[in-house]
């Protein structure tokens, strides 16, 4: 796809993130790799509803600005989700609500946030991880990143949001918007003893669709009521 429509293709799926409510005011940035290394991604500052394709800051393959507007305070963020997860094309990050509100939960598993509640959890999302809270745009959250090793696609900062890669922007925006109503179902599901997927539902699932490892339930629990 030619940058210019890729250009097009951030906007209109910024605008469909913010006109559902999914990233409010001017929160949540894009990114997109480009096939000589150099990146677009949405500028600082930038509402997702309201983005004019020519001002999408454009960056070298050494992470410089070469064009558009200032570029968000994440790069670190993206920068090393790009670095260890190699099949990486496009990272989304959003403050989507019910993400975040998961993020704070005391209990959660940092490896593994969200348990195996449906099919297209397990299928777009995969494993979640949690990351400490780091100050927005602080370059010590590349680090944290970089400790994952390319593991996971789908990471939650704590108190502040969801951020997933694809290997092309449509792919991204899906599982953003997966793991947003999986969180969603978990603050609703939470303290019911819900039926999730068994291991042996979602082994099923990882050979089918040739999906990453899933890990086995460490408590030995039978999710099958």
Do not use: C
Request: no cysteine; hydrophobic share 40%.
């Amino acid at each position: 796809m030619s940058e210019a429509k890729l250009r097009e293709e951030i906007v209109r799926f910024a605008r469909s993130l913010f006109e559902r409510g999914l990233t409010p005011g001017s929160s949540g940035n894009i990114s997109v790799r480009l096939d000589d290394g150099g990146w677009l991604v949405t500028p600082t500052n930038a509402s997702l509803g309201f983005l004019d394709p020519a001002r999408i800051s454009r960056l070298d393959a050494e992470g410089r600005l070469v064009g558009g507007d200032a570029p968000t305070k994440e790069i670190p963020l993206h920068a090393a989700l790009y670095e260890t997860r190699g099949s990486a094309r496009a990272i989304v990050h959003l403050h989507s609500t019910h993400s975040v509100a998961v993020s704070m939960l005391p209990e959660i598993d940092a490896r593994n946030v969200l348990p195996p509640l449906t099919a297209y959890s397990v299928m777009r999302v995969g494993r979640t991880a949690l990351v400490p809270y780091y100050r927005p745009g602080d370059p010590a959250v590349a680090d944290a990143i970089r400790g994952l090793a390319g593991r996971y696609s789908a990471v939650l900062l704590a108190n502040h949001g969801p951020v997933v890669a694809g290997d092309t922007l449509e792919a991204a925006v899906y599982a953003t918007e997966e793991l947003e109503e999986t969180a969603k179902l978990h603050l609703l599901t939470r303290g019911l003893n819900p039926r999730l997927l068994s291991p042996a539902q979602v082994r099923d699932l990882v050979a089918h669709f040739k999906l990453e490892p899933w890990p086995e339930d460490e408590h030995g629990h039978d999710h099958d009521h």
